[in-house]
């Protein structure tokens, strides 16, 4: 699967909250970033799994939208309208997905909630 179709099939499995789907297009050792951060805030599919089990439990109405993509190589930048994401009624995200191996192996993110 391309970088390009990876993403998406994780945006298709968010939409569908449908965690299994979710998890099967991350590395094992998924790293999460708040992009100005060095650290990332979760590493490895078990905390992804705590991350996003919570939030699909919790957003009936999640859904997000992908305003624009750009793809290079192995790395894919979306910019995202998320609506109904546990009481918040959207958000601004620009996600950048690094892809190895066929999965998303690190994710950063920049929010802004309107």
């Given amino acids: 699967m391309n970088s390009e179709n990876i993403v998406q099939a994780q945006v298709n499995a968010y939409n569908d909250r ?17 992009y100005s951060e060095e650290q990332p805030y979760s590493i ?17 109405n ?11 190589g192995n790395m894919v930048i979306d910019h995202e309208k998320v609506t109904g994401r546990k009481g918040v009624e959207s958000s601004i995200i620009i996600a950048i997905y690094e892809i ?3 999965l998303i192996a690190k994710a950063r993110f920049i929010r802004e909630n309107n």
């Fill in 18 to 34: 449908n965690l299994s789907k979710f998890l099967d297009c991350h590395a094992e050792d998924i790293e999460l970033y708040r």
């Fill in 44 to 60: 490895g599919k078990e905390g992804l799994k705590n991350i996003y089990q919570d939030v699909f439990e919790n957003s009936p």
């Fill in 62 to 72: 999640l859904h997000a939208e992908i305003l624009n993509r750009m793809v290079m």
């Fill in 100 to 102: 190895e191996n066929g």
